[in-house]
């Protein structure tokens, strides 16, 4: 089973369209997020929630929404899009609190391309 | 803003060569892990370093932590080309948000 699933893996869209990735985790965690990965490989973190609770919003434009409706579901939706908004897109999981409470879980990426 | 830097960014070797990638910050953290990104996945936790100047081995992977908590080294050692992929160091900032290296891309030629 896989521990944390995102869908669509593949996406190609136009230029001001709304589109939504969709995550789940089945490990039991409190703490999911959204990382985002660019075309220099670089990953960094857009949102977290911990327990549906938004607890980290990093400087993305307000057209990224995400939205929690249980702990263990993270949805990301992103409306206009835009040529730069291209990118890996990873959800991810952890479990604060535990010994392993650092260890960040991903899923496999969904990789968007607006043209 | 607490930074992570990692070196080499590429590094293309031939099977059975040893190499050694770099983390280092001016930051001192907790704690810092390594991961590894395969193509077309997603990062998978190698280790966690805690305490300064410990040394982790996987097979053949070695990983050090700096005594001064602000740098990290990891050593492959015969490498092969199941070891290809991106290697992301990180680590937890003083905002609690795990932050991660740019990356060093590793390509293994048989």
């Known amino acids: 089973d896989t521990a944390v699933s995102q869908t669509p893996k593949y996406l190609v869209t136009q230029m001001g369209n709304d589109k939504s990735i969709k995550c789940e985790q089945n490990?039991?965690?409190?703490?999911m997020y959204w990382y985002k990965q660019d075309s220099k490989k670089f990953l960094k973190i857009m949102f977290s929630?911990?327990?549906?609770?938004?607890?980290i919003n990093e400087t993305v434009p307000n057209r990224f929404s995400p939205k929690s409706p249980d702990k263990a579901h993270l949805n990301l939706h992103i409306n206009s899009l835009e040529l730069g908004d291209s990118a890996v897109y990873f959800c991810?999981?952890?479990?604060?609190?535990?010994?392993?409470?650092?260890?960040?879980?991903f899923g496999e990426g969904s990789w968007l391309t607006v043209v | 803003t607490q930074l992570l830097e990692q070196s080499p960014q590429f590094l293309s070797i031939q099977e059975g060569e040893n190499l050694t990638v770099y983390c280092n910050s001016s930051?001192?953290?907790?704690?810092l892990q390594w991961y590894r990104q395969e193509p077309g996945e997603g990062p998978v936790l190698l280790v966690t370093?805690?305490?300064?100047?410990e040394v982790k081995k996987l097979k053949r992977l070695t990983f050090q932590f700096g005594d001064a908590r602000k740098d990290s080294s990891l050593h492959i050692t015969a490498a092969q080309p199941g070891d290809t992929g991106l290697y992301l160091c990180?680590?937890?900032?003083?905002?609690?948000?795990?932050?991660f290296g740019q990356g060093t891309t590793l390509q293994v030629k048989p």
């Open positions: 929630y911990n327990n549906k609770e938004l607890i």
């Open positions: 370093v805690v305490t300064g100047g």
């Open positions: 991810a999981s952890s479990q604060p609190g535990t010994v392993s409470g650092n260890t960040i879980y």
């Open positions: 490990l039991g965690h409190d703490t």
């Open positions: 930051s001192v953290f907790s704690s």
């Open positions: 990180a680590a937890t900032s003083n905002t609690g948000k795990l932050i």
